[in-house]
């Protein structure tokens, strides 16, 4: 098997996992990471060799840009004291800690290459947390925080792993220095990605075409993140500037098809490029027991060490954060996300799983510096998957279990009193919009009437429960006169589409003008829908 054989069983892996995971209740990036284990044992299952700097700028850009895709700014926003508590201070308490244990256990290792483990180790990875939270039913605040403590600790930690990582190399570190990178960089990524985000705003307009739009939108994270890494800066927050800003301006409410389009596109990239990386993450394991070869006990002593503190910090860190947070929270009255109870506060714990960064950064330390070997690097390797594997493979299978036994659920009374507010307000603008025609335009009594019928209607099919019981009758007698009619149509659409591809293939017939008349039978079928 070669390596391009390799990628296609990835992929293959990726798209077959997510309905086994769904069948076993078990997530399916944690299914991967224990597919590619496996491969990795197999003998005729070659080596994986990515260039690591690669792979940072191929794998995160898409993923962060499709994660971004189920947040928004107004949520980003007001969940800002929580994410700062993870994702920046958090980073730094856990890199502390994970670095002077390191220290301690690892004969020999310097200060800074010990900080470079920590930083690499530090952040949650967030397609693991949000692919195994986001289908476990748990309240949207708890997913809220997860999904941008996972967007944003990257940054931080990447911004100190190449601060540690300088330091190895010239053997002087400057605090001073290191938070000035740390400034610069998220300046000049914010910059990049508002530019960015203005200038492909402005694209997307004249293209027109759905199919160039979505073309444009994969191009634009990894153009975001190559930039702003050209310029000093951080490509993760460049990536996710971008996306922010488009997911807040970029909207058009009438491009139906193009959001139907782009949303089952980049459904699709976050299945394939999640399912490879974590069956990378796997894959590596056949190296990095070679590493290990007759120094199994010392190792594993480290690396449960190391896993234990990373453990442990996110523990300490989250029982007085969530506590502090709630207090604020009813000082100020403030409209964020926060755990409200010790079992939702085990849970966001529980959910610290380390992934596809952390094994980025650790495959990407240099061999040597300055003609001699990187101080520990194989033991910084060793210990870094120790933690990215037992978390994900341990955390991520008992999570479900977790999540069963505290009893933590969404607050479906909530969702559905926003469901209901939204259908209310469907209806209203409905009407609206309809009162401003009829005052410019001749319409019929009885035409008016059956429009009128179809303001509530639209909202109606979104909550049911918002009309009184008379309404109700006479919509549910509406949908199944109309669910007849549209039974009937769809047959009568499904014989035209069987009919223009029985003349696919007929001789003479041109096959651009047939797939033309099969979209516009397509799009007919959409759009009939009730």
């Known amino acids: 098997m070669d390596q391009l054989a390799l990628l296609f069983v990835l992929l293959f892996g ?143 930690a990447i911004v100190l792993y190449h601060v540690a990582l300088a330091a190895v190399i010239s ?70 500037t971008c996306a922010l800003f488009l997911a807040e301006y970029a909207v058009d409410a009438d491009d139906v098809l193009g959001r139907l389009a782009g949303y089952t596109f980049w459904e699709v990239v976050d299945t394939l490029v999640t399912g490879v990386a974590f069956g990378l993450i796997g894959l590596e394991l056949h190296n990095i027991l070679g590493a290990a070869a007759g120094r199994w006990g010392s190792l594993l002593g480290a690396g449960a060490a190391v896993v234990g503190v990373v453990v442990a910090v996110r523990l300490v860190w989250l029982l007085p954060a969530a506590w502090l947070a709630k207090r604020m929270h009813k000082r100020r009255d403030y409209d964020e996300d926060i755990p409200m109870s010790w079992r939702e506060t085990v849970i966001m714990w529980w959910s610290g799983m380390r992934g596809v960064a952390s094994v980025a950064l650790a495959l990407a330390i240099p061999y040597g ?95 049911p429960d918002i009309v009184d019981e008379e309404r109700r009758e006479l919509f549910e007698k509406r949908i199944s006169r109309l669910k007849k009619v549209q039974r009937i149509q769809n047959e009568m659409l499904s014989a035209a589409r069987h009919e223009v591809l029985a003349a696919r293939s007929e001789p003479g017939t041109d096959p651009e003008i047939v797939d033309r008349v099969l979209r516009h039978l397509d799009v007919r079928s959409l759009r009939a829908t009730p």
């Open 171 to 240: 053997g002087s570190f400057s605090v001073p220095g290191a938070v000035g990178s740390l400034v610069l960089s998220a300046v000049v990524a914010i910059a990049v990605g508002l530019v960015l985000g203005w200038v492909t705003n402005q694209l997307m307009g004249r293209l027109g075409d759905p199919t160039l739009q979505i073309g444009l939108t994969l191009l634009v994270p990894f153009v975001a993140y190559v930039l702003a890494e050209e310029f000093k800066g951080s490509g993760v927050l460049a990536v996710l």
């Open 369 to 463: 510096i300055d003609g001699g070997p990187f101080p520990a690097r194989d033991e910084i390797l060793f210990i870094a998957f120790a933690v990215v594997l037992s978390t994900l493979i341990i955390q991520g299978l008992t999570l479900p279990w977790l999540v069963r036994k505290l009893r933590v659920r969404a607050d479906t009374d909530a969702a559905d009193e926003l469901e209901r507010e939204l259908a209310l307000r469907v209806i209203k603008a409905s009407k609206h919009r309809l009162k401003e025609i009829l005052e410019v335009e001749e319409v019929s009594d009885e035409v008016a009437d059956q429009l009128a019928r179809r303001a509530y209607d639209i909202g109606a099919r979104i909550a």
């Open 14 to 156: 990726a798209v077959v996992m997510v309905p086994v995971g769904d069948r076993l209740g078990l997530p399916s990036p944690v299914l991967m990471t224990l597919a590619g284990a496996v491969l990795a044992l197999l003998p005729f299952v070659p080596n994986v060799e990515v260039p690591p700097e690669y792979i940072l700028p191929i794998v995160l850009p898409p993923l962060l840009y499709a994660a971004v895709q189920r947040t928004s700014w107004r949520q980003f926003t007001a969940n800002l004291r929580p994410i700062f508590l993870l994702a920046v201070l958090l980073v730094f308490a856990t890199t502390a800690a994970v670095a002077a244990v390191a220290q301690a256990v690892v004969p020999g290792m310097p200060v800074a290459a010990a900080v470079v483990l920590g930083a690499l180790v530090a952040p949650p990875d967030p397609v693991a947390a949000t692919a195994v939270a986001g289908k476990l039913g748990l309240p949207r605040r708890m997913v809220s925080i997860l999904e941008g403590e996972g967007l944003f600790n990257d940054v931080t």
